[in-house]
Each structure stands twice: as C-alpha cells, then as structure tokens.
C-alpha cells in the first residue's frame, strides 16, 4: 500500500550531537521525498527533498540518505541545536495512483536537551 | 506566507463550519490536509487554478472545499462530529514546484 512510516517516536539527544531520524516506506513507486520540520502551532516546514535517482543529498547541516533497495530514508542533522527540537515527518509522492500530493508519516520528535 | 484563519475554532456538535486559506499569490495550486495528534498531515484535497484536481482525500460528503477565483480557498464541514476535531492545514506551490509546498499554521477545531 501507500504508507510512509517511521521508527521512533521520539529522539532525544544532547546539543551539539548528530541526530538521526529514520523514516520507512512501503510505496516502491514514490519518486520524490521530503522531510518537514514542525514546530508546535505552526505548520510544516520544508527542509530537504531527494529524488529516487540520488541515495544522498545534503544542505545547511542536514543531510538526506535514500536507500530505494529497503525502502529507507533517513535525516541526519549536524551539530544538533535546540532551536532544531520540533516534530520531524517525511513525505512522498504517490505518483502511481496519480494523486500528486504528499503522503507523510506520524513524524518522529525530536528532543534537544542543552 | 499561507495564511488561514480562525486560528482555532470549537464548535458544538452538530453546527457548520467554515475555514479560510489565503494562499502564495503567484502560487496556482493548493491543498488541503487535516493533522490529528501526534500524525502527519492526511491529504484531503487538492486545487489547481479553480478546479479540484483531486478530492478523494474527503472522508465524506460532509466536507466540502472550493476555491472559486484561483486564490482564495474556504473548507466547509457540515453537521460537525466529535472525531472531526484536528488541526486543517492549508498549503500552496507553484506550477513549477509541484510538491514545493509553503503551508499555513492551520486552524485548530475543536467539536465539543
């Protein structure tokens, strides 16, 4: 089916490490992935895409890995801050059953303790 | 940015409600998405120009959403149930950023 999922709840780490937040998914048709950040009372924000063509992509101390063979993406997050603390959701595209809008998972939080 | 409003809304159980998303001028499409506590946003509709692109995120015909003029979008939930409490969230790209989604802070209702 179409379902993007992910691992862990919650993630706490401290301020200054790498963070990673994993992410499954069970459509092999998805093409394009995101990961949004929410913070509470707003809505999702953008952070990284990836194409199904790349297995990484990386920006502003974030990076995206895409493993198509297990169906698993990942965010890795450098030099964690607090200002990083916030809800994480992946999302993908569901381009064979023509809908063109994402599909996201419940999102993982993401606690920094200083 | 996306903007929407009422921020929050509670309602009765049973009553109508109307929620409003002013997207991105320049932006053709957009989409309604409802987050519950502790999802991710569901997909419920989406708009390109004026026309619904794909409405088979509704749940049912309680829901309803237009966007008449290509700008402007209201969401409309008739005889409103308890299990329709959740955050509605509206979002909008542009015709060359299919899922470059800016979204809204979305409107929080609550049914009591």
């Known amino acids: 089916g179409e379902s993007v999922g992910l691992h862990l709840p919650t993630l706490s780490v401290q301020e200054g490490d790498n963070s990673i937040i994993n992410c499954a998914y069970s459509?092999?048709?998805?093409?394009?992935f995101i990961w949004y950040k929410q913070e509470s009372g707003k809505g999702p924000q953008f952070i990284i895409d990836i194409r199904s063509n790349m297995d990484k992509r990386q920006g502003q101390r974030v990076t995206v890995l895409l493993n198509k063979t297990v169906k698993h993406l990942s965010l890795q997050i450098a030099a964690t801050q607090p200002g990083d603390s916030a809800v994480y959701f992946c999302?993908?595209?569901?381009?064979?059953?023509?809908?063109?809008?994402?599909?996201f998972g419940s999102g993982t939080r993401l606690q920094v303790q200083p | 940015g996306v903007s929407q409003n009422p921020r929050h809304k509670i309602t009765k159980r049973g009553q109508n409600v109307t929620f409003r998303c002013d997207p991105i001028?320049?932006?053709?499409?957009l989409y309604w998405y409802r987050q519950t506590l502790g999802q991710g946003p569901e997909f419920l509709i989406y708009f390109q120009g004026t026309g619904a692109a794909d409405d088979s995120g509704l749940p049912n015909d309680r829901f309803f959403a237009v966007r008449p003029e290509g700008s402007v979008s209201t969401l409309k939930i008739q005889r409103t149930e308890r299990g329709d409490s959740a955050v509605y969230l509206c979002?909008?790209?542009?015709?060359?950023?299919?899922?470059?989604?800016?979204f809204g802070s979305g409107t929080r209702l609550t049914v009591v």
């Open positions: 979002a909008s790209s542009s015709w060359d950023s299919l899922y470059g989604y800016t």
């Open positions: 001028s320049e932006h053709n499409r």
């Open positions: 999302a993908g595209d569901s381009m064979d059953t023509g809908r063109r809008a994402l599909t």
């Open positions: 459509n092999s048709a998805s093409d394009y």
